[in-house]
């Protein structure tokens, strides 16, 4: 069973940057597509960025598409994710997990506040 912790999160103002960080502990996730998800106050939870195992190929929501950058360090079962140009909708708290199903347990996220 993989044990996902997410941290990096933090209030930082529109326009600002925050690194996330999902550190995986257990089984290797080396072969499993991995991504961001997120949930506002009053949302359901959405999907942010994807990876696949090898790292080779990512997508993107459309709201965060060409500020956001996911990437992961398969060696130290870590994935990332780089938010820039943030504003006050993205404003969540964020959870990496496997892409597809049977999704891995859910972490506690990390709370992303930006403010105007």
């Known amino acids: 069973q993989v044990q996902l912790v997410e941290s990096g999160g933090g209030l930082v103002q529109a326009g600002g940057s925050l690194r996330l960080s999902c550190a995986a502990s257990?089984?290797?996730?080396?072969?499993?597509?991995m991504g961001w998800f997120r949930r506002a106050p009053g949302k359901m939870r959405e999907f942010v960025a994807g990876?696949?195992?090898?790292?080779?190929?990512?997508n993107y929501a459309d709201s965060v598409k060409g500020r956001f950058t996911i990437s992961r360090d398969n060696a130290k079962n870590r994935v990332y994710l780089q938010m820039n140009s943030l504003n006050p909708e993205d404003t969540a708290v964020y959870y990496c997990?496997?892409?597809?199903?049977?999704?891995?347990?859910w972490g506690r996220g990390t709370q992303v506040t930006v403010s105007s």
């Open positions: 997990n496997r892409l597809g199903t049977p999704k891995l347990s």
């Open positions: 257990g089984r290797t996730f080396s072969r499993i597509a």
């Open positions: 990876i696949s195992w090898r790292g080779h190929m990512t």
